[in-house]
């Protein structure tokens, strides 16, 4: 499995805290999904490196769920094909 932070924005959260909005690109045997979260910032989190394990965190049982999901998905999908 691949994980890559596709996203780091400036954001609030749901009370208008100043928030970073995390997003991840996972990767599993070719096949592919995104995930993001709010990160509300705080003194504890104040570091780009804090703040995406925060939001790893956040979303663990997710990406592994899904994770499954594509492992257990039929193998043409993610194949490549060509055109005739």
Known sequence: MTIV????DN?????GNPAKA?????TENSKAFYIDTAVTLSDSLNTDDLIVQAAL???????EAQVADLDAANPVLGSQVSLP
């Open 57 to 63: 965190s956040q979303l663990t049982s997710f990406i």
């Open 5 to 8: 932070v596709t996203r780091f």
């Open 22 to 26: 995390v997003g991840f690109t996972v």
């Open 11 to 15: 954001t609030s959260d749901q009370s």
